[in-house]
């Protein structure tokens, strides 16, 4: 059973940047396609963005696209979110997750994510 543990949340000003992190233990981790999804208070819980197994496809929420990067680093089994230009509207707990299946296509949807961590907070003020 993969474990997944964020890290890097914190409190910034508006316009700041958060570099998160979010490391996996056991193998394949390069085998699986990883996401990154965010909840705030009274909302449901949004992807921000994927990155595929390879590292070579991404893909962004249109909310968050411009402002965020996702890269990994396979030899290291971490996934990170860069986030610039932060909103307070980007205040949540960040979670990463990965795919359900390895070896699979890109995906927004939370229920093809079948590991998930236990989030970071990020408090964005104005």
């Known amino acids: 059973q993969v474990q997944l543990v964020e890290s890097g949340g914190g409190l910034v000003q508006a316009g700041g940047s958060l570099r998160l992190s979010c490391a996996a233990s056991?193998?394949?981790?390069?085998?699986?396609?990883m996401g990154w999804f965010r909840q705030a208070p009274g909302k449901e819980r949004e992807f921000v963005g994927g990155?595929?197994?390879?590292?070579?496809?991404?893909s962004y929420a249109d909310s968050v696209k411009g402002r965020i990067t996702i890269s990994r680093d396979n030899a290291k089994n971490t996934v990170y979110l860069q986030m610039n230009s932060l909103k307070p509207e980007d205040t949540a707990l960040y979670y990463c997750?990965?795919?359900?299946?390895?070896?699979?296509?890109?995906?927004?949807?939370?229920?093809?994510?079948?590991?998930w961590g236990q989030g970071t907070q990020v408090t964005v003020s104005s």
């Open positions: 990155i595929s197994w390879s590292g070579g496809s991404t």
């Open positions: 997750a990965r795919h359900v299946l390895p070896w699979h296509g890109l995906t927004a949807d939370p229920t093809d994510f079948g590991s």
């Open positions: 056991g193998r394949s981790f390069s085998s699986y396609g």
